[in-house]
């Protein structure tokens, strides 16, 4: 049952913020945000001090 409140928790998030749930997500991890689409979209997630950036392309955050 666990596991399927789990999921719910899932599909509720992803469609309600538009990210992507990494595997074995629980409802307080850091979820991915997506790829920026622009350059300047790129430069403003590097100035983010919201976000746990990788790179460019990989950032994490608190939903």
């Not at 976000?51 to 392309?57: N, Q, T």
């Amino acid at each position: 049952m666990n596991e399927i409140l789990r999921l719910v928790d899932a599909h509720w998030v992803n469609a309600k913020h538009q990210v992507a749930l990494p595997a074995n997500w629980r409802p307080d991890d850091r979820v991915i945000v997506p790829t920026p689409k622009t350059v300047d979209e790129a430069r403003a997630r590097l100035e983010d001090r919201s976000l746990e950036v990788f790179d460019r392309y990989l950032a994490k955050k608190t939903r």
